[in-house]
């Protein structure tokens, strides 16, 4: 078996993978279970269109509990108490200048499975967080994205 590489992730991500896993474990696998049995009861397999979907159904479960099972497993929780701010890193709320257009914007770095664009969280793993990472305030950062390159000025970082 290949070695996984570390999830980082926060106690409240960790958290919310854990009742995610709950859920799917003692809920969704019950549902499916009884959808599978009433199926079952209807007759002929070999022609149940309903017999198929549950069991592809539960295929995709067990598939997504095992792929959860795995990321909890090799969480490593950040600790933002070792967080600095003398440069950009995960967990930082960093103050950015776009310098074609002059807007400032924010972005808070987090880890993969915890970004929300709406909330201004990117992950750690997108081309700007990654063009901004070990960068101090004062420093200009070219980042290259889809749409071309982009150019910011760090204005503040934060945690």
Do not use: H, W
């Amino acid at each position: 078996m290949s070695e996984q590489k570390p999830y980082y992730v926060t106690k409240e991500g960790l958290e919310k993978m854990k009742k995610e896993l709950e859920y799917l474990t003692t809920v969704e696998r019950k549902r499916i279970s009884q959808q599978i049995a009433e199926a079952r009861d209807k007759g002929d397999l070999s022609e149940n269109a309903e017999y198929d979907a549950a069991k592809e159904a539960q295929g995709m479960l067990e598939l997504k509990i095992s792929e959860l099972q795995a990321r909890i497993r090799n969480a490593r929780v950040i600790d933002e108490s070792q967080i600095s701010n003398e440069s950009v890193n995960i967990m930082n709320k960093v103050k950015l200048k776009n310098l074609k257009t002059g807007q400032v914007i924010e972005y808070t770095i987090v880890p993969e499975n915890e970004s929300d664009f709406k909330a201004g969280k990117i992950s750690v793993n997108t081309p700007i967080a990654k063009g901004l990472i070990g960068k101090k305030k004062g420093e200009k950062a070219q980042i290259k994205v889809p749409a071309g390159v982009l150019e910011f000025e760090i204005i503040d970082i934060s945690l």
